[in-house]
T-cell receptor
């Protein structure tokens, strides 16, 4: 089946630094990808929709200048957490819809971010 | 704004029992509903997807039902096994088209050997 990968799987950084997370669709093309954030014991919250070749669409309350999204190719979307702070520590997960059946979404394994 | 609620938040049962997880959503204008499984510190595994025109879907020991008009779905797990221990998430599209999903907080399930 379709596979979505994320890199890195885990990252620890100092407060104030920027962290880039990659989301790749490995055997299919995705013009759209989604980024979610999950705090401990909470549900996944949609942060933004990444659109290949155009600007990302952000959900209400998500700062676009803090969470930079780039979808430079049909298989890669990146999320950059700029000037990270401890409150940004979370589990970040991306997903990509199937080209065959858009309602089927394939999720990446997630990236655990810890900001010290 | 769509909201998804899952009950119970946690459940612990002995191996072999049949169990039901509940999901409700506030906006019934959905075109599908999905159930996922999440293991600790891991991503999501899709279990079942029910289209709005369907009443239920089955996969092995799992059966999901959908009552769109009442805004409810249930996930039935038959003959539970310790390997079923995980968090089960219910999700519906946030809006129209190829859309992100709105998730419930999940049901944390523990199957005791």
């Amino acid at each position: 089946g379709a596979v979505v990968s994320q890199h890195p799987s885990r990252v620890i950084c100092k407060s104030g630094t920027s962290v880039k997370i990659e989301c790749r669709s490995l055997d299919f093309q995705a013009t759209t990808m989604f980024w979610y954030r999950q705090f401990p014991k909470q549900s996944l919250m949609l942060m933004a929709t990444s659109n290949e070749g155009s600007k990302a669409t952000y959900e209400q309350g998500v700062e676009k200048d803090k969470f930079l999204i780039n979808h430079a190719s049909l298989t890669l979307s990146t999320l950059t957490v700029t000037s990270a702070h401890p409150e940004d520590s979370s589990f970040y997960i991306c997903s990509a819809p199937s080209r065959v059946a858009e309602e089927t979404q394939y999720f990446g394994p997630g990236t655990r971010l810890l900001v010290l | 704004k769509q909201e998804v609620t899952q009950i119970p938040a946690a459940l612990s049962v002995p191996e072999g029992e049949n169990l039901v997880l509940n999901c409700s959503f506030t906006d019934s204008a959905i075109y599908n509903l999905q159930w996922f499984r999440q293991d600790p510190g891991k991503g999501l595994t899709s279990l079942l997807l029910i289209q709005s025109s369907q009443r239920e879907q089955t996969s092995g020991r799992l059966n999901a039902s959908l009552d769109k008009s009442s805004g409810r779905s249930t996930l039935y797990i038959a003959a539970s096994q310790p390997g079923d221990s995980a968090t089960y998430l219910c999700a519906v599209p946030s809006g129209g088209g190829a859309d992100g999903l709105t998730f419930g907080k999940g049901t944390h399930l523990i199957i005791q050997p």
